[in-house]
T-cell receptor, first 113, second 115 residues
C-alpha cells in the first residue's frame, strides 16, 4: 500500500528550542494532517491542510502543504515540556471510496526542561 | 461529553482465547475505524466502517473481525488471538463518511498482551 516517510523518527531537544519534522510521499494527496499523541492517550488532530502551498498556524505550531502535494512539514517554535509526545502526519484523498487516512510512522519528541 | 470509549483499556490473555474489544461513540458519527499501534510501525488500519452494516478491510485485517450493527458501536473481535496481535489498539470515529475533513476522534487505546 501507499506509504508516508516521516522524519526524524525521534528528537531529543532542550526546552525553548525550535523543532521541525517532515513527511513525504510518492503519491499526490488532497489533504495533509498532523496529529499529536500525548503519552497514554489517543492521537488528537493539530492542523489540517487542504490546499497545495497552504501555510497554517495553530499557536506555536506551523504546518505547510507542499506545492507538489507530496510533502508537508510541521514546525514547533519555543518548545515546552508539554510538547512531549508522538507526532503523526497523515494523508487522505477526500472523496475517495476507501475513506482511509494513511499515517506516517511518527516522530517521538522528548523535551528536556 | 463527546467521546470514543474503548473497553477494556488493558488486557492480558492467552493464545486462542477469543476476546472482544468494544468501542462506542456518542457523537452520532457515521465513520468508525480500528487501528493498531506498534513501535516503529505507526498506526495501521485494521478495519473500518462507513455506516451501519457496512464494513471493509484496512491494511492489516488478518486475525480480526468487526461488526457494525448499531451506529454507535464498533467492536473488534479476535477469534483466536496469537502473540503477534500483542499491540496497542485504537478505535476512532468521524462525523462524515469517509472522513472528509480528515479529523478522526480517537479513543484512549486498549493495550492487549497475548501470551
Amino acid at each position: 500500500g501507499q506509504q508516508l516517510n516521516q522524519s526524524p523518527q525521534s528528537m531529543f531537544i532542550q526546552e525553548g528550542e525550535d523543532v521541525s519534522m517532515n513527511c513525504t510521499s510518492s503519491s499526490i494527496f488532497n489533504t495533509w494532517l498532523w496529529y499529536k499523541q500525548d503519552p497514554g492517550e489517543g492521537p488528537v488532530l493539530l492542523i489540517a491542510l487542504y490546499k497545495a502551498g497552504e501555510l497554517t498556524s495553530n499557536g506555536r505550531l506551523t504546518a505547510q502543504f507542499g506545492i507538489t502535494r507530496k510533502d508537508s512539514f510541521l514546525n514547533i517554535s519555543a518548545s515546552i515540556p508539554s510538547d512531549v509526545g508522538i507526532y503523526f502526519c497523515a494523508c487522505q484523498n477526500y472523496g475517495g471510496s476507501q475513506g482511509n487516512l494513511i499515517f506516517g510512522k511518527g516522530t517521538k519528541l522528548s523535551v528536556k526542561p | 461529553e463527546a467521546q470514543v470509549t474503548q473497553n477494556p483499556r488493558y488486557l492480558i490473555t492467552v493464545t486462542g482465547k477469543k476476546l472482544t474489544v468494544t468501542c462506542s461513540q456518542n457523537m452520532n458519527h457515521e465513520y468508525m475505524s480500528w487501528y493498531r499501534q506498534d513501535p516503529g510501525l505507526g498506526l495501521r488500519q485494521i478495519y473500518y466502517s462507513m455506516n451501519v452494516e457496512v464494513t471493509d478491510k484496512g491494511d492489516v485485517p488478518e486475525g480480526y473481525k468487526v461488526s457494525r450493527k448499531e451506529k454507535r458501536n464498533f467492536p473488534l473481535i479476535l477469534e483466536s488471538p496469537s502473540p503477534n496481535q500483542t499491540s496497542l489498539y485504537f478505535c476512532a470515529s468521524s462525523l462524515s463518511s469517509p472522513p472528509g475533513t480528515g479529523e478522526l476522534f480517537f479513543g484512549e487505546g486498549s493495550r492487549l498482551t497475548v501470551l
